[in-house]
């Protein structure tokens, strides 16, 4: 489960010193023993959809830095992200989603004319 890879990776992180991907693992692992500990269904497809939101959370925190001149915390939330985008699933591009129903239609053009 990406929560047992998170406390794993803290130690290190701690080790390095590196204070940007400490402090990005401490939330991720904030956010993911909030929902453990919540009482409801806990798996990887609830870790999964909490590191989506968090990925949207920060997307929308940079742009309204950017928006409003605050250039340091957009580079802060910024490297926070890329850290998040780790752990979170890969996002789906328009070719890439395009590419696959080219795919479908051609099974389906195949199994009509056999």
């Known amino acids: 489960m990406i929560l047992d890879n998170i406390n794993s990776l803290i130690p290190e992180a701690m080790k390095n010193q590196d204070k940007v991907r400490l402090n990005s693992l401490r939330g991720i692992k904030t956010e993911l023993t909030k929902a453990k500990t919540s009482g409801e269904a806990y798996n990887e497809d609830v870790e999964k959809k909490i590191l989506v939101k968090l990925v949207k959370q920060y997307t929308e925190a940079i742009k309204e830095f ?47 004319n056999a």
């Open 66 to 112: 950017e928006a409003n001149d605050a250039k340091e915390l957009a580079e802060s939330y910024k490297s926070e992200l890329d850290i998040i985008k780790e752990f979170a699933p890969k996002e789906v591009t328009e070719d890439e989603n395009n590419e696959k129903l080219t795919d479908w239609k051609e099974i389906g053009t195949v199994e009509v």
